[in-house]
């Protein structure tokens, strides 16, 4: 049995902070299954408070880490204000040093570089917290497209569910394939999931003022997404130079036309694929790709999946409401 240390600190989620507890050493011998020796260790003195508020008594202390083999830190809530405890960052390089795999579940990637166990290296987070950890530690090469990234020594995971991808994905390099994939049966969830966290991004429409051309020319683009439009047809719109347009679009809205126009070509095809039963062939049409083969590739350059993959995940077509019993 591995011995696998969880880091519980205060205002850590009770999801986080279970997961690896479920996955990696829950007791599944009726199956005849292996489990891992999982310890949760206190950062503090005295009880840990979950961020719901549930306090937890952790039965071991950061002394515990210099016998890890695996080290998960599940979240650290990056607060301006607050340091990680010096013990915890000299823990974590310790063990690493020693050979344990440091790992780091959604915030938790910040730890990791904020030990210096990141730089030079490839890592993921949430999407929403990417950009931070990528301006707070520029030695970090951040993948925000990602469900986890395994670096051999240090791994790191995307938001909340992406946890149980790295933590099975963990599993599976400890014990094998089959019992990753039991223990993911066992759980209701795939052992492995296609695609990134590209595919959950909400993506907000730049915010314009509405009484001038430039906002004119946005709705009116979003209005004929099918058609084959350039910078000069929006430029058209409203009333202004190409050179102009182009210029005052990049300081509105923080991209170029280019960029926006394939970006909301994309969130209609996802709506379409979420909220219809089109043809593959047809969403690419009224999304203005034009061809399923130019949607396909787009998906999968930037959102890591396919158009039936996605719609498999999102559909309401494929996850119906349940129906509704009617009391007698």
């Known amino acids: 049995m591995a011995v696998i240390v969880v880091v519980a600190m205060d205002r850590t989620p009770l999801f986080h902070l279970s997961v690896p507890c479920e996955v990696l050493g829950a007791d599944r011998s009726d199956m005849g299954l292996p489990r891992h020796d999982v310890r949760v260790a206190r950062v503090g003195r005295g009880p840990v408070r979950s961020s719901s508020g549930v306090t937890l008594q952790a039965p071991y202390g950061l002394e515990a880490l210099d016998d890890a083999e695996v080290v998960i830190v599940p979240w650290w809530g990056r607060l301006e ?7 915890l960052l000299t823990g974590l390089r310790r063990a690493h040093a020693r050979g344990a795999r440091i790992v780091g579940l959604c915030g938790g990637a910040f730890a990791l570089a904020e030990a210096g166990l990141l730089d030079g290296r490839r890592a993921t987070t949430h999407w929403r917290y990417a950009e931070e950890l990528a301006a707070r530690y520029p030695q970090v090469r951040v993948d925000p497209r990602v469900l986890y990234v395994d670096e051999g020594d240090v791994l790191t995971s995307a938001g909340t569910a992406a946890a149980i991808d790295l933590c099975l994905h963990l599993l599976r390099s400890l014990s094998g394939a089959e019992v990753a994939n039991a223990v993911a049966r066992r759980m209701v969830v795939p052992p492995h999931r296609a695609g990134g966290q590209a595919q959950y991004v909400d ?7 509405a009484d001038d051309g430039l906002a004119s020319a946005m709705r009116w683009a979003l209005e004929h997404l099918d058609r084959p439009l350039g910078v000069e047809e929006l430029a058209e719109q409203a009333v202004m130079s190409r050179r102009t347009f182009t210029r005052q679009f990049r300081r509105r809205t923080g991209t170029s036309a280019h960029q926006w126009l394939l970006q909301q070509r994309t969130i209609l095809a996802q709506r379409l694929l979420e909220t219809t039963d089109l043809p593959v062939e047809l969403v690419a049409g009224r999304s203005g790709f034009g061809s399923a083969v130019t949607l396909r590739t787009h ?3 930037t959102l890591g999946t396919s158009p039936r993959d996605y719609r498999a995940t999102f559909s309401r077509a494929a996850h119906p409401e349940p129906e509704r019993i009617a009391a007698v």
């Open 81 to 87: 204000d607050e340091q990680l405890p010096a013990r």
């Open 299 to 301: 998906f999968q350059r």
């Open 203 to 209: 993506v907000p429409v730049p915010d314009v003022r």
